[in-house]
Every structure is written in structure tokens, then in C-alpha cells.
């Protein structure tokens, strides 16, 4: 299926705000897991994906007029904002909080479990590519984790798609001789602290299912 | 897919896509929808790079100075430099403009010959050195606070002493001189001047920004504007999404940002004249700045007022040495905020926060005590002036207690 969001290209450009609605309404999601499998934090997730679409409004004249989907641009405004998110992830978690009560919604204790398990799995994932570049980790993450193809991701980062490849190579290359056992033995190696999950059977499953199969 | 993306596929799968929480989606979507309310398409044309209108032949340039000054002389002048559907909603902002039809046109050009011929002057003083970081300043601030709005009221001076790298200030407290050291350390020699402003605004940091800014105007606009967003997105991560996502135009953050900056180093005796110069060419470049030539600020001296909201937070840039001199806010005619409204939060008017920003602890306590109070319905007429900090004197004297 076509996504929606190439023919609403010239009117999200334009400033039409149902545009951009509808824009929101199909690549929030897809935004908020990239920024979870960047930030590693949930709720980081969900202010990376707020800013996001705050920021494609006020660039939206950097939308070209002919192409195909918007969701690529959307995840690298999206990899950008997260490249800072580190540093501010104590504010992010009050800003959540906050905005949980002032918004008066709802719980959602029942997802909770699951959500803990994403986040000790994508903090393995995240030790055991440890040896990347945050530029090859970011190709990955569009490649490999988004589903974006090689044009897509150049577009996203705003890089030749040649940049894509070879960062994407490398990433191969460097992690070549890293197995699944050593992917298991590094996620038993996690520390522990304040709010961190020790590693346990969510991480096993580390050959679960990918992002990309679970949208087919 | 290649064969090279299958493996990497099929050895770091992440987890499965979740939706967002429930209720989550629609929040956040109520709140870009809102945020795109309020900020509504503007020409779409660049500014960054975009360009510039031709120099207006001198004889129209003395015309509209003249005119501008006859406003001046009136009370304030209040333009419609910006498109109404760009203004905040209603609240604190007036809804119909004293400004005739053209008038705004030729404040916004009076506005960008002043800057530019600022920006000429303060090119000309070539370059002077950054004081060291331990080099005391002393500084003398003369304050106006309307009666009733702003508690103290009436006029008093000020003064203080500051190192420039801001670790440490002097006051006199019970006719003594008493030192106090900054609870932030300062930033180490490899800290990046954009990493250190952001840690604390001091009049180095400050100093040490816009002597990094580059000196072409739309590339300082690139960086400001880029800065300006990301503190939005603090904003937001402090837990405030309506504050966050403010009723302003891309060019008012842009110029309140620059203002800050402007403000902070203008303690510590102003930046490099030739990044000084350059700010002031990247305002003349904003739209919807004007000017308000011949204002007596309150410590007597003379003053041209920049802004970017019509007028009534201004800039106050002495007319002779084009230095900051300082800042000062006019009635809206309608009161700025209600005492429910966060002391600290963007809710507050823009030359509030910029007064909050670039305060010293015991100004800002003041400030905010009076910024508490209820607004009652004897607020000050629109263009009264409300309350204003000017430096009246600004010098290097080798310890506390000196002049």
C-alpha cells in the first residue's frame, strides 16, 4: 500500500495543518520506536517524537516538492533531536510525569512489563554495538531497525546514499565476529542501577521479532 | 534488501514497534494541532539565504527617520510589522494598532538602517580584548518600576560588582562589601562556548558566543536559529508543552535570543565590537523589527529602543557608542499575567523572560516578587512605560569597592 503521506507532501509544505494532521496521525508511531531504539528510554521516546513533528512544522519549507514518502525526513529530524536527548534525560522523565497529570490520562500499568523488556533488550543491542560510530549506529537504526532503504536513509540524514552504504558496510564489518552468544553474554553484563533492569528473559529473546516484520 | 541488511536484520533484531500509551497519541496531536494554530503558515520563501531589499535612496531614508521620530515623540510607536495571524492569541497582546497604512514599512526599513549604521559604527572600533576571567567589573543600574505593577516602584539605582567570568559577584550588604562565589564552577578551557553559555549565562560565556557567531547575517541566523530551537525543546522537557510550543515567530525567538546573548554580555562591557556589529546586522535582517529613536531612558541618558513584539519590549542600545545600555517593557494596555501564570515559564511576557534570563539573583527576586502580584483593573494604559533596567555605568576597576 502507498504511504499516505507522499500525496500530502505539496500540502504539508503549503501549511495545511489537516496535512500535517494526518502526517502525524501516520508516522507518529513509526517516529516515537525510532527514537526509542535510538534513545533507549521510553519516555525520552516520546518527547523526541513531540519535538519532531514541532520541528517539521516550523521547517516544513524544507520539504521538497516532488518526492515520495515523508516519513524519512520525519526519522532524521527525529535523529537529530535524539543525538541530544542523553544529556537532558532527567528533565525528560519530569516532563513525562508532568505531562501524565496535567493531561489526566490514562494508566497503562498492563504495558508497562513489556515496555521494562524493550528497554534492557535495546540497551543490549545498544552494548553490543558499542564499537560503532554514532553515525553508523544512526544508518542502522534507518536501515535495519526503521526499514528505510538506502535513498531513504541518505535523505534522512541528509548524506550521498554512497555515505549510507559505506557506513552501513562498516557497521558489518565491525561487527562481524560478534555472535549470539556473545550478544547474550553482553546483556548478562549490564549494570544495574537506580531505575535499570537487570537483563533476564526478555533478553534471551534476542532474536525476536524485528520492527519491520511486525508492521507486515 | 541486500544480503549484507538481511544479516544485520537478522542478528541485532530491535524489539517489536509499540503503539504509543493510550491517550498519548491524541494528546500530543492536540498539541502540534494547537502549535500550528498558533504559528500559522508565513510567506514561504527563505529567509536564510533569501533576499534582501535594495538601499532606499537617502533623501526617502530622511524622510521616513523624520516620521519615525514624530511617532516617537507622540509617546511609543506601535507597529504592525508582523502579520496579525503571527501574534499571540488574544491575552496579553492588543488586538488593533495605532500604526497608519505604510508605517510599518518604514519602521521595519528605519529599523534595519539604524541597526546597520550601529553595526558600521561598532565595526569601526576594531578590536579590543576579552578581559580576563577573573577581571572585576563594577556596574551601576538605575531601575523604573510603574507604581502598583511593579513593587519596588519609582526609580533606584543599583550597584554591584562581577567578575567576568561570573564565579563571583559583590555587593554591599549592612554597609559592607560582601563577596559571594557562584555555586557553578566554570566551564574548563576545552568547553565549547556554545556548551558553556548553555551551562550559565555569564558575561564570558556570553562574550565568549558571540565572538564564535559567524560575521555573515544569515549564517548567524542559521546558528542562532538553531540554538532558539534547541530551547524549545528544553521547554518542553522541563514539562511545559503549551510553554513550550509559545506563540512566537521564527524571527522573534531568533531576535530574543540574540537579545539574551546581547544582554549578557553587555555586563561585561560588550562583546567583540565586530561580533556586536554582527548581531546587530543579523537583527537588521529579521523581519518585524523596529526602532523608537529618542527615548530619555531612566537613568537620563539617551537610548534607541529595538524590538521585535511593536514595540513594547525593547532594547535599549545607547545612540552614540551603539552598545546595549539596556532593556525595558511598555503596557500592553491589558496587564502582562495573572498571578496563576508560572513566574518562570514561557507563559510569561517575552520581555520578562529575557529580564528573568539575564538577571542577577537578587534582580530577579525582585523582579519576580512584583511580576506576582494580581493585575488589577487600573493596569496602565497601553504604552506606559512599566519598568526598565539601564546600565548607567559599566567599568574594570581592580577589585570590589572600587569605581
Not at chain 2, 250 to 265: G, H, K, V
Not at chain 2, 284 to 299: E, F, K, N, S, Y
Request: hydrophobic letters at 40%.
Amino acid at each position: 500500500m502507498d504511504d499516505p503521506t507522499s500525496q500530502l507532501r505539496g500540502r504539508a509544505r503549503a501549511g495545511d495543518t489537516d496535512a500535517f494532521g494526518a502526517v502525524f496521525d501516520a508516522c507518529a508511531r513509526s517516529v516515537y520506536n525510532h527514537a526509542f531504539r535510538l534513545t533507549g528510554d521510553w519516555s525520552a521516546a516520546e518527547e523526541v517524537m513531540a519535538m519532531t513533528f514541532l520541528e517539521a512544522w516550523r521547517s516544513r519549507e524544507r520539504i521538497a516538492e516532488d518526492g515520495g514518502s515523508l516519513r524519512p525526513w520525519l526519522l532524521g529530524i527525529a535523529t537529530n533531536l535524539a543525538r541530544g536527548q542523553r544529556r537532558a534525560a532527567r528533565r525528560q522523565r519530569n516532563a513525562l510525569a508532568r505531562l501524565a497529570v496535567a493531561g489526566d490520562l490514562p494508566d497503562f500499568a498492563d504495558d508497562v512489563s513489556g515496555r521494562l523488556d524493550d528497554v534492557a533488550r535495546i540497551k543490549a543491542l545498544h552494548q553490543a554495538l558499542g564499537g560503532l560510530t554514532r553515525p553508523e549506529l544512526e544508518v542502522l537504526a534507518l536501515c535495519v531497525w526503521s526499514g528505510l532503504g538506502y535513498a531513504e536513509a541518505a535523505e534522512a540524514l541528509g548524506i550521498p546514499v554512497g555515505t549510507v552504504r559505506s557506513r552501513l558496510s562498516r557497521a558489518r564489518a565491525k561487527l562481524g565476529k560478534l555472535t549470539e552468544r556473545e550478544l547474550r553474554r553482553t546483556s548478562r553484563e549490564l549494570p544495574t542501577g537506580p531505575g535499570q533492569l537487570v537483563a533476564g528473559p526478555a533478553i534471551a529473546g534476542l532474536s525476536g521479532t524485528s520492527s519491520k516484520e511486525a508492521r507486515r | 534488501m541486500n544480503a549484507e541488511h538481511a544479516d544485520l536484520e537478522a542478528r541485532f533484531a530491535a524489539p517489536a514497534e509499540r503503539d504509543l500509551p493510550p491517550g498519548r497519541h491524541d494528546r500530543h496531536r492536540e498539541i502540534l494541532m494547537s502549535h500550528m494554530l498558533t504559528r500559522p503558515p508565513v510567506s514561504t520563501t527563505t529567509r536564510h539565504g533569501g533576499s534582501r531589499s535594495r538601499r532606499p535612496p537617502a533623501r526617502v531614508l530622511a524622510a521616513v527617520a523624520a516620521a519615525a521620530v514624530a511617532a516617537g515623540a507622540a509617546g511609543y510607536a506601535v507597529t504592525a510589522a508582523k502579520t496579525p495571524a503571527a501574534r499571540p492569541p488574544a491575552a496579553t497582546r492588543p488586538t488593533t494598532s495605532r500604526t497608519h497604512p505604510g508605517q510599518a514599512a518604514q519602521q521595519a526599513v528605519l529599523a534595519a538602517e539604524v541597526l546597520r549604521a550601529a553595526a558600521a559604527h561598532l565595526a569601526r572600533e576594531g578590536v579590543t580584548g576579552e578581559p580576563s576571567p577573573g577581571q572585576w567589573i563594577y556596574y551601576k543600574t538605575v531601575d523604573y518600576g510603574y507604581p502598583g505593577v511593579v513593587d519596588p516602584a519609582g526609580v533606584r539605582t543599583g550597584e554591584e560588582w562581577i567578575t567576568f567570568s561570573g564565579s563571583q559577584t559583590a555587593y554591599y550588604q549592612n554597609g559592607q562589601i560582601a563577596t559571594h562565589t557562584s555555586p557553578i564552577p566554570p566551564p574548563g578551557p576545552t568547553v565549547k562556548p556554545w556548551e558553556a553559555w548553555n551551562t550559565d549565562a555569564t558575561p564570558k560565556t556570553a562574550y565568549d558566543v558571540l565572538a564564535s557567531l559567524p560575521t555573515d547575517p544569515q549564517a548567524l541566523l542559521k546558528v542562532i536559529a538553531d540554538q532558539a530551537a534547541g530551547q524549545n525543546a528544553q521547554n518542553i522537557a522541563a514539562g511545559n508543552p503549551i510553554a513550550g510550543v509559545a506563540p512566537k515567530t521564527e524571527a522573534q525567538r531568533e531576535f530574543d535570543y540574540l537579545t539574551l546573548i546581547l544582554w549578557n554580555a553587555a555586563i561585561g562591557l560588550g562583546g567583540p565590537p565586530a561580533a556586536e556589529a554582527a548581531a546587530y546586522q543579523a537583527m537588521a535582517a529579521l523581519p518585524g523589527i523596529t526602532v523608537q529613536q529618542g527615548i530619555t531612558d531612566t537613568a537620563g541618558g539617551q537610548a534607541i529602543g529595538v524590538s521585535d513584539d511593536g514595540g513594547y519590549d525593547q532594547l535599549l542600545i545607547d545612540p552614540v557608542s551603539y552598545h546595549v545600555i539596556g532593556i525595558r517593557q511598555l503596557s500592553t494596555g491589558i496587564g502582562p499575567m495573572s498571578a496563576s501564570q508560572p513566574i518562570a515559564s514561557d507563559r510569561t511576557t517575552p520581555g520578562l523572560r529575557k529580564l528573568l534570563a539575564g538577571l542577577t539573583k537578587a534582580e530577579r527576586a525582585r523582579l519576580i516578587t512584583a511580576a506576582k502580584q494580581q493585575r488589577g483593573p487600573g493596569y496602565p494604559p497601553k504604552g506606559t512605560l512599566i519598568q526598565e533596567i539601564v546600565y548607567a555605568q559599566t567599568v574594570e576597576v581592580p577589585a570590589p569597592g572600587d569605581r
